[in-house]
């Protein structure tokens, strides 16, 4: 009795773990698992009161090479953009020249003449200079016909320019060090660009330096523009020190055979001593690999005569060699490269003269006046 006792046991128990076993089992089977998602397909959102389907993946584009541009070489590029200086024109030439072609000219005239000047930005010394020479040598001549006066106009303009002067960049190939200085918003970093364009245009190989790094987006900006025309860009983290940017650019130069070097500096208020004092540290780390061929500074034609005093203070830092005037197309006071000449005793080299890449252009005396004159006043 007793075994049979116990087998029934057993089998009650054997019973149960069997069903223990099958049930985990039966509720796997219960959700079938889904399918495999395609390869090379994504899950596009359905529809409401639709069903999610399948889609083909987008394939990812790689990003376009960038093209590289060869600017056209700088001869006679003023000449070609002499329209851009139209709003001076109308000072230089058809206001002065119709008043000196009137048939009595008398102090009141004259006077007309230098307020002229004046307002254009050519500055009180030298527009008294010109004046006197004009009443001289209009009074000795008698001239009155309007191509004699705009030939006795355009050559005292062209005079106070200084055409003797030596407006070329010193690019001799070792690889020469040219710092671009000035202050923010003048079109600096910019007009850095620019320049590169044109030595690239006239055939020199150019490495830039982004030694602005108080500016976030300059490196950015002076990178787009080395792109363009397949120059590298040495740059460093923002924050980081800019002599030390120039320092490595300069040597980067060296080492890849390239004859120029043109480095960015920062470009904070001029009355900032701490601004001073890094752009003098900037050229003296640069001149431990050699001397500075070139300090160019970028000034806005717009700001006129308060211009000269940030000229003032960059060339008691930095030894400018020459000066580059922006936005020289958006303003009447062309007179500006006139009194930045007297001011500074230093050549305007270059005249920016709209906001195209190429519209950066060797300034060239006579045919500057002769722009500004124009042949049918």
Do not use: Y
């Amino acid at each position: 009795m007793e075994f049979v006792i116990l087998g029934i046991v057993l089998a009650g128990v054997l019973l149960l773990a069997g069903v223990g076993l099958l049930v985990p089992r039966i509720r796997r089977r219960a959700v079938p698992p889904a399918p495999p998602r395609p390869t090379g397909t994504s899950e596009e959102p359905a529809e409401e009161g639709g069903v999610g389907i399948l889609a083909p993946e987008r394939p990812v584009e790689a990003p376009p090479t960038p093209t590289i541009e060869t600017p056209a070489p700088t001869a006679g590029r003023l000449i070609r953009l002499r329209g851009r200086l139209s709003r001076s024109q109308n000072v230089f030439g058809k206001s002065l020249l119709a008043v000196l072609a009137r048939d009595r000219l008398d102090e009141d005239a004259w006077e007309e003449i230098e307020d002229s000047l004046i307002g254009a930005d050519v500055g009180v010394e030298a527009t008294r200079e010109i004046v006197d020479r004009l009443r001289d040598r209009t009074k000795v001549l008698g001239t009155r016909s309007p191509s004699e006066l705009r030939g006795l106009l355009t050559a005292e303009l062209v005079e106070a320019l200084d055409p003797t002067l030596d407006r070329s960049l010193k690019v001799t190939g070792k690889p020469s060090v040219l710092l671009v200085v000035g202050v923010n918003g003048s079109g600096k970093t910019t007009t850095c660009g620019k320049i590169a364009r044109v030595l690239i245009a006239d055939g020199h190989t150019v490495l830039l330096g982004a030694a602005d790094t108080f500016r976030a987006a300059a490196a950015d900006q002076l990178a787009t523009w080395a792109s363009r025309v397949g120059a590298e860009v040495v740059r460093g983290p923002e924050g980081a020190d800019p002599a030390s940017v120039a320092f490595d650019a300069v040597k980067r130069g060296i080492d890849t055979g390239v004859d120029t070097v043109l480095v960015d500096t920062a470009g904070r208020l001029q009355n900032k001593v701490g601004l001073m004092d890094e752009l003098s540290k900037v050229k003296r780390v640069v001149e431990k690999h050699g001397p500075v061929d070139e300090t160019l500074l970028v000034l806005d034609a717009t700001t006129g005569q308060n211009g000269l005093e940030q000229a003032r203070v960059f060339t008691e830092v930095v030894d400018v060699t020459g000066v580059v005037l922006t936005k020289l197309d958006g303003t009447a006071k062309g007179g500006i490269v006139i009194a930045v000449q007297r001011k500074l005793g230093i050549p305007v080299k270059l005249v920016g003269l709209g906001e195209g890449p190429d519209d950066l252009a060797p300034f060239e005396p006579a045919a500057f006046v002769d722009a500004l004159v124009g042949t049918d006043a």
